[in-house]
C-alpha cells in the first residue's frame, strides 16, 4: 500500500515528466481537471497526536485489508504552473511553444 499523497505526488511528477517531454512539439495539449479514484484504508495513529492516514489499496488485495476501514474517494485535481518566485498561476500547456488560437 501507499498513501494517497504519494500517489499524488507520483501523479505530479508524471505529470512534470509529459510536460518537459512535450517541448518543441507542435502538437499541444491543454491539461485540465485530473480526476483520481481510489479505494483507500483508514487508519489511525496511536496517542494524543495520532494522526490519520489514508492508504491506496490495490483492488486485488481490498479482501486483504477488511479489519480496516476502506473508502472509495474521488479526487478531482486543476494544475496550475506557479512561477518560481511567485507570482500568477497559469494552465498547464503539454508541449512546447504556443499556437496561433490556442487557449
Known sequence: MIELSDMIRELRQQLSTALADGGGEA???????????????????????????????????????????TQRV??????KVVPAGGGTARTVLIAGGEVDGER
Open 27 to 69: 502538437l499541444r495539449f491543454e491539461l485540465g481537471p485530473v480526476e483520481l479514484e481510489a479505494t483507500v484504508a483508514v487508519s489511525r495513529e496511536a496517542g494524543a497526536d495520532g494522526k490519520v492516514r489514508l492508504w491506496v489499496v490495490d483492488a486485488g488485495a481490498n479482501g486483504k485489508y477488511t479489519q480496516a476501514q
Open 74 to 79: 474521488t479526487v478531482t485535481l486543476t494544475p
